[in-house]
Each structure stands twice: as C-alpha cells, then as structure tokens.
T-cell receptor, first 114, second 114 residues
Framework: EPEVTQTPSHQVTQMGQEVILRCVPI?????FYWYRQILGQKVEFLVS????????KSEIFDDQFSVERPDGSNFTLKIRSTKLEDSAMYFC????????????FGPGTRLTVL | AQSVTQLDSHVSVSEGTPVLLRCNYS??????LFWYVQHPNKGLQLLLK??????LVKGINGFEAEFKKSETSFHLTKPSAHMSDAAEYFC????????????FGQGTTLQVKP
C-alpha cells in the first residue's frame, strides 16, 4: 500500500540554523500539506501546496518558512533560521484532491532546536 | 469557524470492554469529520470519515462513529477493546468551504488494560 514517507525521523539543530524537512507524498496525489505538533499541544495546519504554489497558509507560516517541490517526488519544508519554539513534530500529508478528499499522513519528523 | 473538542484527554478500559471516545464539533457548514489514530512512533492513520452520507460510519479495526447533528457530536466507539488499540486518537474537522486545512482536537490517549 502506498504511503507518505518523511526524512529524517529526528533532526537536532542549533538555534539560528536552517533546516530542511523532506517528504515523499503518494505518487498520484496532487495536494500536499505540512502540519506540526508542539509537544503537549494540538496538531496545527501550516500550509497547503498545489500546482507548485502555496494554496493556503496559516498565521504560523511566516517568512521563516518556505515549501518547495524540487522534483517530481519530493516536497520540502525549509525553516530559514530556527528558533527554540520551532521544536515540534512536523507531519507531511498528501491527498489526490482538496475539498472532501482524505489526507494521508507521514510518520513525522521530530525537530529539536537547541 | 470550525473546531472540535475532545472531551477526555485520557480514557482507560479493560481489554474486551467497550470503547467510547467523545468528540463535539462546531461548524457553520455541513462538516467533514474524521478520526485519526497515532500509535507510538507512527504516523497519523485514518480510522474513518464522515462526509454527509450515512450518519453511522464504519472504519477500520472495528471502530465506528455516529454523526449526531442535534448534539453536534461525533463519538468514536468500538464494542470490544484490544490491547493493540492503545494509542492517541484525534477527532478532526475540515475547515470550511473548499479548504484542505484540517483542524485537530487535542487528542485522547486510550489505555487498554489486560
């Protein structure tokens, strides 16, 4: 069964450093998403992406964040200058369509900012 | 605005007894509602979804949920708990309109005792 994969599973970085989190969505899916979950808090929507552009983003997704689909398979989230409060589990998801369609989630990348 | 509230942060049951995880929603639209499960160190897996068809929705692993508009509830049930059901469960509503954004509840930890 096809699944969303994410690498790395755990990333440790120093405050101020740039990090890139990688995701490989399910191959025939067209919509891609990033969510995050700070320890002890709810899972929060960050951004959705379709046709090589952002279709929706939350207020969390400020100028420090960017997303890209650099090739036909990968979908990346870049944090330009990490802060302590960026420490969280980051989930990638994908769906065939937007609207009513089911989103399939990856296992997550745990980002720790020291 | 769409939102969900999971009424219990932690539920403990004995193996073989029924499971009830409670969720209330708030929506100005006809909602799309989901239950996702997260096992330790795993991604978020879709259990079931409601998208305005039958009000009783059957999911994987014997779980089901009933959409009750009059009570604005979407509780998750299972007749007989298994040890492997121990996990974190999330009630989720899709944001209004054609958005792909999912809005998560705070999660319920299900403990299953032998």
């Amino acid at each position: 069964e096809p699944e969303v994969t994410q690498t790395p599973s755990h990333q440790v970085t120093q405050m101020g450093q740039e990090v890139i989190l990688r995701c490989v969505p399910i191959s025939n899916h067209l919509y891609f998403y990033w969510y995050r979950q700070i320890l002890g808090q709810k899972v929060e929507f960050l951004v959705s992406f379709y046709n090589n552009e952002i279709s929706e983003k939350s207020e969390i997704f400020d100028d420090q964040f960017s997303v890209e689909r650099p090739d036909g398979s990968n979908f990346t989230l870049k944090i330009r200058s990490t802060k302590l409060e960026d420490s969280a589990m980051y989930f990638c998801a994908s769906s065939v369509l937007r609207g009513q369609d089911t989103q399939y989630f990856g296992p997550g990348t745990r980002l720790t900012v020291l | 605005a769409q939102s969900v509230t999971q009424l219990d942060s932690h539920v403990s049951v004995s193996e073989g007894t029924p499971v009830l995880l409670r969720c209330n929603y708030s929506s100005s639209y006809s909602p799309s509602l989901f239950w996702y499960v997260q096992h330790p160190n795993k991604g978020l897996q879709l259990l079931l979804k409601y998208t305005s068809a039958a009000t009783l929705v059957k999911g994987i692993n014997g779980f089901e949920a009933e959409f009750k508009k009059s009570e604005t509830s979407f509780h998750l049930t299972k007749p007989s708990a298994h040890m492997s059901d121990a996990a974190e469960y999330f009630c989720v509503v899709r944001g209004g309109g054609n958005t792909g954004k999912l809005i998560f509840g705070q999660g319920t930890t299900l403990q299953v005792k032998p």
